[in-house]
């Protein structure tokens, strides 16, 4: 009876342990992973392209996150 216990509360505690990683799963939709095409990438601070550029990226597959 005793190993039941422990092996019911292992299994559990390895649930919780899983729910608890795979929570912020939810939060975490609003962002892409993408990889840049081009050798040179301007990162801009605005969505159009009367916004001054602020990066610029030199380097041809780089992956980057895009954030809503």
Do not use: D
């Not at 939709?29 to 801009?44: A, D, G």
């Amino acid at each position: 009876m005793k190993k039941f216990n422990t092996y019911y509360f292992s299994v559990l505690y390895f649930f919780l342990i899983i729910l608890f990683l795979f929570s912020n799963v939810s939060a975490i939709e609003n962002k892409k992973f993408l990889s840049l095409k081009n050798k040179e990438v301007n990162l801009r601070q605005g969505p159009s392209y009367k916004y001054p550029i602020k990066l610029i990226y030199k380097k041809k597959n780089l992956h980057v996150i895009v954030i809503n």
